[in-house]
Each structure stands twice: as C-alpha cells, then as structure tokens.
C-alpha cells in the first residue's frame, strides 16, 4: 500500500489525538522508565506520552517513513525507529506499551497484543484504542461503493478492507490471564464534521486508504464521487451545513 499521509491525517489533528489523551487518563502509572508508543504516526500520541512522563525514555515504533518523518521532527523529546509491530520486541522491558488508533491494521492483532503484553515489567501497563467503527455507514458504505461499482473487480482482489474488531469478550478472555487488572470499554464520539466532504476528508488518510490504492487517479475522483453521494443519505446536515460523525472506539487497559 502507499504510504500514509501526516499532512492529510493531521487535518483532524486534534478530534483524533483525543482518544489518545483519554486513553493516557486511565494509565494508572506515575513514573514509568521505558515507554513506547506503538504505531506512533506524526508523533501526536507520541508528544503526549512526552508531556505526561518527562523522566521516561520514550520511542515511538512505526513501518511508515512518512510518518516517523513527521514524528521526528513534531516530537524532539523522543526516540522512533522504524518496526512492523507484527514482528517487533522491545529492545528493553517496557513499562508502559501504549498505542492509539494502531492495531485495527495489524492482521491477527490479539496474538501480537497477547505477545508484547508478556515482555512487560511486572507492575508495568499495555494501554490501547482502536476504532470500532466498521459497522458506521462511514465504513459500510465505502464496502458498499466498492462492491457496486465499475471498479468492483480490482477491488475485491485487493481484499479492501480491514478486519472487523473481535468482541470485547473475546479480548477480555485473550488476555485476562496476563494482567493483575483489565480493563475494556467502549466510548463513542460524535464529530461535527464539515458536511459529507468532511467524513470523506477525515477517513481519506484511514479507512478509505486501502480502497483508493488500488485505484487509477481517475477511478479514485468517481469513487469518492460514489461514496460521498452514498453518504448523504446516511448524514443529514444541519441548517448550517454541519454533520455529525458517530465514532465508536475501543480502549483497553491492562496492569501487568
Ligand atoms: C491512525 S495512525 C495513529 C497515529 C497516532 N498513534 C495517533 O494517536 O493518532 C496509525 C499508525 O499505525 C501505523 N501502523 C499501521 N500498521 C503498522 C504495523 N504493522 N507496524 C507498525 N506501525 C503500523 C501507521 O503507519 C500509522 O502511522
């Protein structure tokens, strides 16, 4: 897939970089040495962590150059290196293993997730949020403009979309036996967005990124044609043109 764009994810800078910070609010940790910040992008989560643990030793991993650029130059008072999580350990044991908005595009995420949580210091925290969201019509109906369209058959090879989210049960009984104290729960936010252009805006650099990759320029401009007409039914505006963007999200936090 192509690689991601900082500019164009960080549009929505502050919307996304708030499930982070309510994600950092439930780390039940004061003063952890070895911190990492797994898919870290431009670094936003990264600052964060930066901010709340100044003592700490914090890296940011990710397999995105784009992004570790951008990082790096955002978030001076870090370290990142460039890792497929799928395959990655940590050069030291960690304290603290946090990710935002990541694992979502890690195939088979429970099993990487139940691997890292094991190279924990004892007393040490694993924090993680994905989005929960494959059931929105933001994301059913680019499913749904994928599979109408001319474009159905180079589509459907590239295997477009990612993954749903396994229960949280199924998280909870995956990982219960490797921490003291877990946690699970789901929050859902309602962005008001700058009508239907602006859910196209905000998911051109997340979720919409593995149906255009595939796609020509030309295939890419009547797709988003598609998609954005699709989600005019789906988000009506108000007077002022506004819609709300309902965004479910799950966060987990476990205590080693
Ligand atoms: C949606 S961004 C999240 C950025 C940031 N953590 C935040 O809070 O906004 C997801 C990041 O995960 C990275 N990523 C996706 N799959 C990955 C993998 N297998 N290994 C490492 N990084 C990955 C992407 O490159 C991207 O920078």
């Not at 670094?43 to 397999?63: H, K, W, Y």
């Not at 395959?87 to 595009?105: E, G, I, K």
Request: net charge negative; aromatic share 8%.
């Amino acid at each position: 897939m192509a690689d991601w764009s900082p500019a164009q994810y960080l549009k929505f800078a502050d919307e996304r970089t708030r499930p982070a910070r309510d994600l950092l609010a439930q780390v039940p940790l004061s003063s952890p040495a070895v911190v990492y910040d797994l898919g870290c992008g431009p670094g936003n989560s990264t600052a964060l962590l930066v901010e709340r643990f100044p003592q700490a030793r914090v890296t940011g991993i990710d397999n995105s150059p784009a992004m570790l650029e951008q990082a790096r130059k955002a978030c001076p008072g870090a370290s990142f290196a460039l890792a497929d999580l799928a395959r990655w350990q940590p050069d030291d044991a960690p304290d603290l293993l946090f990710s935002n908005a990541t694992f979502q595009w890690v195939p088979h995420h429970l099993e990487v997730v139940a691997r890292l949580a094991a190279e924990l210091k004892p007393g040490g925290a694993m924090a993680i949020q994905m989005p929960d969201n494959l059931a929105e019509p933001s994301h059913r109906l680019m499913a749904e403009a994928a599979e109408e369209g001319p474009w159905r058959l180079k589509l459907s090879q590239a295997s477009a979309a990612r993954e749903p989210l396994p229960a949280a049960s199924a998280y909870y009984a995956r990982l219960k036996p490797l921490f003291a104290r877990l946690d699970i729960w789901h929050t859902i936010y309602n962005h008001p967005l700058n009508g239907t252009r602006g859910i196209v805006e905000w998911v051109k650099s997340t979720g919409l990124r593995p149906y255009l990759d595939p796609l020509a320029p030309e295939e890419d401009q009547a797709f988003l044609a598609d998609y954005e007409r699709r989600l005019g039914g789906a988000y009506p505006a108000d007077a002022d043109g506004t819609v709300l963007l309902r965004f479910p999200r799950l966060f987990i936090v476990g205590l080693r």
